[in-house]
């Protein structure tokens, strides 16, 4: 019988290898030939040749392969680009380093490795135990005979540098493997700003503080290799943590705030929050009555509105009636007193009258202006809302007017002061270097800023904020203290004192000038007023950071640009 010929499969090869391109043609048409050879072999009876053809056919084939390989790996150590996850080079999860304003590390990215074993492909657990332990003696004997013992691949260490991961890895261990990983790593002593910078989770997204309000900037600069700057100095960071410390110890104080501002720029110096191995920044989300702070804006409102000027009188000689209410100061005075004696001695009685004269509309737009009816604008999302009145009565306007009725948070409260020792413009603040580029809102007038800064330091000078007073630095401000809510009453046991202050409070109102809050809650000593216990500390703060920031000393008493002292009021207003 004749044998089925081979060659009408051919020819449909043949005929669809005209349809393909030239390289893929020339392949098919070699393929032929050496099909085309067996074939002749065969015919010619040489099945020898037949032998040869295959054999020399497997050979080029192995040949062209690892040839491939050959060339593929040389690429892959020579000349292709260094895998992005390796330290160095930034990878989709890498975030840029953080900085203060002067460059200095706060938080950076880091290759960390993680290690495997595998006991099915461990030669000598025995061996293995010994020497792993001999190259990392703290890692921990059971957890690793776990492992070596065990029935499957388990971790058995993470987070370790490339110096850990290169000494276990020399030892040539069988089973013995590692992943690499990001971290992220704060390299501050002490946890210092930890509450401002927050937290990155194990997959290198923002959690928390700065980590998470700038996350997506983070990512977009670590990605450019470029670093990200934020406002606070860490020279002022570290004075500020150290005074809110000491503050907490002489005053026995349950927790603590304390921040630093530019209120020209609204950018964050410093920001610290008490005790310091919390997780909550009290800063932006604690919630508190601040007592004669408030003190502040009422008057301010007063003065912007024409409702008061310096000289207006208020009669404080006995105690102020709202219906059954009775208001009374703590520092009676029990006299009339001008609108600025009113602010120098804190009187409630004085303060009541004046929001209760204003109305309900007034007090309400410009504490609205102030920024004290909605959350602080500042980038931190923990920044919290705060607690306002529901109807604006009379007896509300009272409360109101020297810091009841109304929780804020610090951030709130060292805002709206800025704005009225700037020249009366709301600046948000911010944590990025050079602020948050926002265009500010005029809120007061220039002229109630000038009387606002000679209110403040004429309270430091001569009023309750005396304990503030830095020797040539012209320091200004206000006391507040309130009692808390125990669920009944006002508890005078379990308080909250706090001071705010400005320096330089003399100058042009566009000079450099800063802002210190200082808020001790639930102080164990007693007095427990803001003036006590926590006067003090904004007086050292601001003894401490004024070379950091050019402030240089002159005379205690106001002094003008140009050198002119003792000015009046009238100076200061010819300087604007």
Same mark, same amino acid.
């Given at each position: ?8 499969p ?8 005209r349809?393909?391109s ?8 070699a ?18 040749? /037949? ?19 050959? @060339? ?10 260094? /895998?992005?996850g ?5 990878? /989709? ?13 706060l ?18 657990r ?8 001999? *190259?990392?003696?703290?890692l921990?004997?059971?957890?690793l ?17 490339p110096?850990?991961?290169a ?28 509450h $401002?910078?927050? *937290?990155?989770?194990?997959g290198?997204?923002?959690?928390s503080g ?21 406002s ?17 110890a ?7 705030? #304390? ?5 020209q720029?609204?950018e964050?110096?410093?920001m *610290? ?9 009290? #800063? ?15 008057? #301010? ?13 208020f ?9 059954n ?46 920024? $004290? ?10 920044s ?6 529901? /109807? ?20 709130q ?39 606002? @800064? ?9 009023g309750?904020?005396?304990?503030a ?21 006002y ?19 566009d ?18 007023t ?9 007086g ?5 950071? *004024?070379?950091?920031?050019?402030v ?6 106001w002094?003008l ?13 010819a300087?604007?």
């Open positions: 019988m004749r044998r089925p010929s081979a060659r009408g051919l020819k449909d090869l043949e005929s669809r290898a349809r393909l030239p390289s893929w043609r020339w392949l098919a048409e393929v032929w030939w050496i099909e085309h050879g067996f074939e002749r072999a065969r015919a010619d009876a040489r099945p020898e040749e /037949d032998s040869r053809v295959r054999i020399f056919l497997v050979m080029a084939v192995f040949g062209l392969v690892f040839s491939g390989l050959a @060339l593929r790996a040389g690429y892959a150590a020579l000349l292709k680009p260094v /895998d992005a390796y330290a160095g080079v930034a990878s /989709d999860r890498s975030r840029a380093d953080l900085t203060d304003r002067n460059g200095r590390l938080a950076t990215d880091v290759i960390f490795y993680a290690m495997f074993i595998d006991p099915s492909q461990v030669w000598d025995d061996v293995a135990f010994r020497e792993i332990r001999r *190259a990392m003696p703290e921990d004997a059971d957890r005979k776990g492992a070596l013992w065990g029935d499957r691949q388990v971790i058995v260490a993470s987070g370790l540098t110096q850990e991961r000494k276990v890895h020399d030892l040539g261990l069988g089973g013995v493997t590692f992943s690499m990983e990001d971290g992220r790593v704060y390299p501050l002593e002490g946890g210092q700003a930890r $401002l910078i927050g *937290a990155t989770d194990t290198g997204q923002g959690i700065v980590e998470l309000a700038f996350d997506k900037e983070l990512r977009a600069d670590g990605a450019a290799g470029e670093p990200f700057a934020l606070i100095d860490l020279r002022i960071q570290g004075v500020v943590e150290s005074e809110l410390a000491t503050a907490m002489e005053t026995q104080a349950k927790a603590g705030v #304390a921040i630093v501002t530019n209120v720029t609204g964050v110096l410093a *610290a929050s008490w005790p310091d191995s919390g997780s909550r920044n009290l #800063a932006t989300s604690g919630h508190y009555e601040m007592g004669s702070v408030f003190k502040s804006f009422t008057v #301010a409102a007063g003065l912007d509105t024409g409702a008061a000027d310096m000289a207006t009188l009669d404080a000689s006995e105690p102020f009636m709202i219906g209410r009775r208001i009374t100061d703590f520092h009676a005075q029990n006299r009339v007193m001008t609108l600025e004696e009113v602010y120098l001695h804190s009187s409630n009685i004085g303060t009541s009258r004046l929001a209760v004269q204003m109305g309900p509309d007034v007090m309400k737009d410009y504490f609205g202006r102030l920024g $004290l009816l909605e959350r602080a604008p500042i980038e931190l999302v923990e919290a809302a705060p607690r306002v009145p529901r /109807d604006w009565s009379p007896s509300t306007l009272a409360s109101l007017s020297f810091g009841y009725g109304i929780m804020v948070t610090p951030v409260v060292i805002t709206a002061v800025g704005a009225l020792s700037n020249g009366g413009r709301y600046v948000p603040l911010s944590l990025r270097k050079g602020g948050a580029g926002t265009e500010p809102v005029q809120v007061v007038s220039t002229q109630t800023s000038v009387n606002m @800064l000679d209110l403040m330091r004429r309270n430091v000078v001569r309750s904020g005396g304990r007073n830095a020797a040539g630095l012209r320091v200004g401000g206000k006391t507040g203290s309130a009692n808390k809510w125990t669920g009944s009453r508890d005078p046991a379990v308080a909250v004192g706090t001071f705010i202050g400005v320096f330089p409070s003399d100058g042009p109102l000079a450099p000038r800063y802002a210190i809050l200082v808020l001790v809650d639930e102080p164990g000593s007693y007095p427990r803001g003036g006590f216990v926590a006067a003090p500390a904004v050292r703060i601001a003894e401490r950071i *004024a070379p950091f920031v050019g240089k000393r002159a005379d205690d008493a002094q640009a140009d050198g002119r002292p003792n000015p009046t009021l009238k100076d200061m207003e300087s604007l």
